[in-house]
């Protein structure tokens, strides 16, 4: 069935870093795909989306590109802050989300 | 709008017991999916409702499982006679499908934490 793979964690950066999280998915159609945040406490929201090959989502500095020739979702950050410390997840959707592990990351001040 | 409203938030239970978990969906969504979370793991799928219809359970969904969604409008899943392995965090979530699922969000509840012991 479909999946999505990202990259373990934990990630640990200083303040202003830049930021990668690798995810790669297996698909026999032409998903839409997904990041989504959990910042401590609270529940999943949405960070950035992609429908189709190309397609590049962007939120709040984080850019996603959607690479169908790589089967590639990777989320990344120029500079991040203490406040993006969260759990990271990358999801893919027929008709249902299907997610991966999640990537915790710290941002230390 | 008040978003995806869930009930109880934490639930703690001898191992046994049953419990139900609510969900209010955002009132327009036509679809509602129930996930569950363990610790340091993505969520993963229960079962959707498309309004009041049961579409697809998961084999995670054993028979001492039921959800249901009367009406087509709130959610409840049930869990008999709980064991260990059940605690969880319980998440809904709901969308209107319009147009394909991705060209709409999936909007999630803070979700249900059950505590078995």
């Known amino acids: 069935g479909d999946s999505v793979t990202q990259m373990e964690g934990p990630v640990t950066l200083s303040e202003e870093a830049f930021l990668t999280i690798n995810c790669t998915y297996t698909?026999?159609?032409?998903?839409?795909l997904f990041w989504y945040v959990q910042y401590p406490g609270e529940g999943l929201q949405l960070l950035l989306k992609a429908t189709k090959a190309d397609d590049k989502g962007s939120n709040k500095g984080f850019e996603a590109t959607y690479r169908k020739e790589t089967t590639s979702f990777h989320l990344e950050k120029g500079s991040v802050q203490v406040s993006d410390s969260a759990v990271y997840f990358c999801?893919?959707?027929?008709?249902?989300?299907?997610f991966g592990a999640g990537t915790t990351v710290t941002v230390r001040a | 709008d008040t978003g995806v409203s869930q009930n109880p938030r934490h639930k703690i239970t001898k191992r046994g017991q049953n419990v139900t978990f609510r969900c209010d969906p955002i009132?327009?969504?036509?679809?509602l999916y129930w996930y569950r979370q363990t610790l340091g793991q993505g969520p993963e799928f229960l079962t959707y409702?498309?309004?009041?219809?049961?579409?697809?359970k998961s084999r995670l969904l054993s028979d001492r499982f039921s959800a249901e969604r009367p009406k087509g409008s709130f959610s409840t899943l049930e869990i008999q006679r709980t064991e260990q392995g059940d605690s969880a965090m319980y998440l809904c979530?709901?969308?209107?499908?319009?147009?394909?699922?991705?060209?709409?969000?999936?909007?999630f509840g803070a979700g249900s934490r059950l505590t078995v012991l």
């Open positions: 999801a893919l959707s027929d008709y249902k989300l299907s």
């Open positions: 979530a709901s969308i209107e499908i319009r147009g394909g699922f991705g060209a709409n969000v999936l909007t």
């Open positions: 698909a026999t159609g032409y998903p839409s």
């Open positions: 009132s327009e969504h036509n679809r």
């Open positions: 409702f498309q309004n009041e219809a049961q579409l697809e």
